[in-house]
């Protein structure tokens, strides 16, 4: 009888069991070797779902407008990019902006995780800040209201005519950034954005109708409008309060107030602009 090499078993396609280390019993890739090819393809996985919406039959015309999401990297020099990266466990967001002149900008930030007033030293002390001011505590973090210097970003949606949507999401450095355009605005925003971040993330990516009466919402703010309609919050006179609607929905109620604030200013804002995405 030959000698056999215990060293080395047969998988069931033929090879031998160094072939098939990363190989399950069934036959299946194991589950480290599936995620690390996952996470191989996403960035081409996000390119061809863009390339896809490019060459659909339907063609994104004057009544059709696409909704993305991204994940960028905030260029060096903006001050949230650097405050982000040195305090990376905590969470800010962007809640608004006005213009006080042509290069100046105000807005309203939450800053997650400390008491009012705790950032506003460190915030002073970025070159692109002009003034802040520490207004209130919020859930668990603390309203600023900060003036700052315009970064580039500003200039080109002022330039296209189009709104920049609102709460911006940054942390450790990135920001989540969600554009509401027609294409060629939306390609003019992306090469923004390839220029900041050659390695943004698209994380969604989808094409709506668009309705000039109604301003456009995103899935969770279309979701919360229709959960306190239903409840009866903007009723008359008002069926249900503030804390109740929180309470039935699980969620704090600075969350569900900001949240329905930032619809109702959107509907306004609907109301009193015209009616195209572009002047």
């Known amino acids: ?29 194991r589950r480290s070797e599936r995620n690390g090819r996952r996470a191989r393809e996403a960035p081409h996985a996000a390119a061809k779902r ?5 060459e659909a039959k339907d063609e994104v015309t004057g009544d059709r407008v696409l909704l993305a999401t991204l994940r960028v990297r905030i260029p060096k020099g903006l ?37 009012p007033g705790v950032w506003a030293r460190e915030i002073s002390g970025f070159a692109d800040i002009l003034k802040v001011d520490s207004l209130a505590e919020v859930g668990d973090g603390s309203l ?24 911006l999401r940054v942390q450790n450095g990135a920001i989540r950034w969600e554009i509401v355009a027609r294409r060629s605005e ?33 899935d969770n703010q279309h979701q919360l409008l229709t959960q306190a309609m239903a409840a009866g919050y903007f009723a008359v006179p008002r069926g249900i309060t503030l804390t109740d609607l929180a309470r039935r929905l699980d969620r704090s109620k600075s969350a569900v107030s900001e949240g329905i ?15 195209s995405l572009t002047p």
């Open 79 to 115: 001050w949230t990019g650097t405050f982000t990266r040195a305090h990376p466990g905590i969470n800010l967001e962007v809640l608004n902006r006005a213009d006080v002149s042509k290069d100046v900008s105000v807005s309203d930030h939450w800053i997650s995780g400390q008491p």
């Open 186 to 218: 939306f390609q003019s925003v992306l090469k923004y954005m390839e220029k900041a971040d050659p390695n943004f993330q698209l994380v969604s990516i989808r094409r709506r109708p668009l309705r000039s009466h109604l301003p456009v919402l995103t």
């Open 1 to 29: 009888m030959p000698a056999t090499d215990s060293s080395a078993t047969v998988a069931p396609n033929g090879t031998d069991g160094r072939a098939s280390e990363n190989v399950s019993s069934q036959g299946r890739p």
């Open 144 to 167: 600023y209201r900060i003036t700052y210097r315009n970064p580039p970003i500003i200039y080109l949606y002022r330039e296209l005519g189009i709104p920049i949507h609102f709460p």
């Open 261 to 275: 604030a930032i619809i109702e200013r959107k509907l306004l804002e609907s109301a009193l602009r015209p009616t």
């Open 50 to 54: 863009f390339q896809d919406l490019r």
